[in-house]
């Protein structure tokens, strides 16, 4: 895939993100389809809200994301679905269960890939071992080095997909951990600079796995006044992504945003919120060379 840079179209339903100075889809001859579906900071909400709900009336749920995540892939096959961390705490399922419903269900639901995020170390690292085996789906986590701790070699730091003959690479990196999570739940993990980290992975996947597209799953955050690396800061000091899916700060976006990276190309970010009451999409659209164009929304989750 030769990388151009991305142009940036809104519509009424979607951000419409072009290369090489085209203007409209309707120009841009695709051969190719491949769909992200994604969610982030889910926090153990097994169920939909409540009816009555002040807030979020009917919204959520696992068995309402598996209705419209099906209903996607029937549409298009060539489908992955990502998850940008903390799966873990923040309803009784997960006191009593520890993890293993959301990991199970996860695992229902065909999960690709996630990272982690900080309360996804709220039972410690230990219970977070512990429930790798519910989880059918890879996590991936490049900036933390699980070397001298039990969690070493239950990761990745990438993993390659291909879809239609697209070879999709993606990588996942987390917040530091110091200062959000008691050190004895974390252990010896040790935080990796996610910038430099995340520079690395892109150029292996983009230059030696020869990656169409190179996504990154992040535990950042979206946005921050101070010096603390945030989506945007990683969009604009790498050089060899296509897409951030974020989480951590519960940022909703109704579309994609498009981030200037060092080289003076767009990287597009996405985070929907959190509790799985949105899901996000993102469609690329690549012609015979597998060069691409792309459009992103978030759906909610209700009937």
Do not use: W
Request: glycine share 8%; hydrophobic share 35%.
């Amino acid at each position: 895939m030769k990388r151009r840079n991305f142009i940036q179209q809104t519509s009424a339903a979607s951000a419409f993100v072009g290369l090489g100075g085209l203007s409209s889809l309707s120009f841009f001859e695709a051969s190719k389809h491949i769909t992200i579906l994604h969610t982030n900071d889910v926090h153990s909400h097994i169920e939909a809200f409540g009816p009555d709900h002040h807030r979020n009336p009917n919204m959520g749920g696992v068995a309402k994301r598996a209705v419209l995540i099906e209903k996607i892939r029937q549409e298009n096959p060539n489908t992955l679905l990502l998850d940008a961390g903390d799966i873990f705490q923040g309803t009784p399922y997960f006191n009593f269960y520890g993890g293993e419903l959301e990991f199970k269900l996860m695992s229902k639901l065909k999960y690709d890939a996630a990272t982690l995020g900080n309360h996804d170390f709220d039972n410690g690292i230990d219970g977070l071992f512990s429930q790798l085996p519910n989880a059918g789906f890879d996590f991936l986590i490049s900036n933390y080095d699980f070397s001298n701790t039990i969690m070493h070699g239950q990761t990745k730091p990438y993993k390659v997909f291909t879809k239609n003959d697209v070879k999709i690479g993606v990588f996942g990196v987390g917040i530091e951990l110091k200062g959000l999570v008691n050190d004895k739940l974390y252990k010896e993990t040790q935080y990796l600079d996610p910038i430099e980290v995340a520079t690395d992975m892109s150029a292996i996947l983009k230059n030696e796995e020869n990656c169409d597209l190179v996504i990154c799953l992040s535990h950042l955050g979206y946005k921050y006044d101070s010096q603390k690396v945030d989506d945007h800061k990683l969009a604009s000091k790498t050089d060899n992504i296509d897409l951030i899916i974020g989480g951590h700060t519960h940022t909703f976006l109704d579309e994609p945003i498009v981030v200037k990276n060092k080289v003076e190309k767009n990287v597009m970010i996405n985070q929907v919120g959190c509790y799985g009451l949105y899901l996000g999409r993102i469609d690329f659209y690549l012609d015979g060379k597998n060069s691409a164009a792309s459009n992103g929304k978030s759906m909610k989750v209700q009937p």
